[in-house]
C-alpha cells in the first residue's frame, strides 16, 4: 500500500473516531476535503473497505453509515445497538450467541460468510428521558 492511502485510511479513521457516531462516506468525504482538496469518492470508499475487512471501522448496514471499532477484541463478529432517537451507536461482543446463531444456520445446510447483528431501539439516556416526560 502506499504512503498515501495508509495516510488517507488513517484520516478517515480519524475522522470517524473524532465523530464518535455513525457517518456516510460523503460526511467522510466532506471532512477530509480541507487536507485532502482533490480527493474522490471511490478513495474514501476503498479506505472504508480497507479499515473494515481490517476490524477498525464497522459499517452500520442499516444507516448506511460507518463507525470507528469501539472495542479492542476481532476475533468475533460485533452487535451493534442503535439508538433510534439521539443516533448513539454502541458495539458489544458475544462470542456464544454468534456461534449459537451460526450452529441454527448449519442445520439447514447454510454457511454464514460474515455476521451483521444491529438492533434498533432506545438508548438507556434516551430511555430515561422517555420515563421522565
Known amino acids: 500500500m502506499s504512503k498515501r492511502g495508509e495516510q488517507i485510511q488513517a ?7 473524532r465523530h464518535g457516531g455513525p457517518l456516510s462516506a460523503y460526511d ?31 459499517r452500520v448496514e442499516s444507516l448506511k ?17 442503535i439508538c433510534d432517537d439521539c443516533g448513539t451507536v454502541a458495539e458489544r461482543v458475544a462470542p456464544d450467541l454468534l456461534e449459537s446463531i451460526s450452529g441454527v444456520l448449519a442445520e439447514t445446510g447454510f454457511a454464514p460468510l460474515r ?19
Do not use: F, K, M, W
Open 115 to 133: 455476521h451483521v447483528i444491529e438492533v434498533h431501539g432506545v438508548c438507556a439516556a434516551c430511555g430515561t428521558g422517555q420515563a421522565l416526560s
Open 11 to 17: 484520516d478517515v479513521l480519524a475522522v470517524l473516531r
Open 65 to 81: 453509515a460507518y463507525i470507528a471499532c469501539q472495542c479492542g477484541s476481532h476475533q468475533h463478529a460485533s452487535i451493534l445497538s
Open 28 to 58: 467522510v468525504l466532506r471532512e477530509l476535503h480541507a487536507a485532502h482538496p482533490r480527493i474522490a469518492p471511490p478513495t474514501v470508499y476503498n479506505a472504508l473497505a480497507a479499515l473494515t475487512e481490517r476490524g477498525r471501522v464497522h
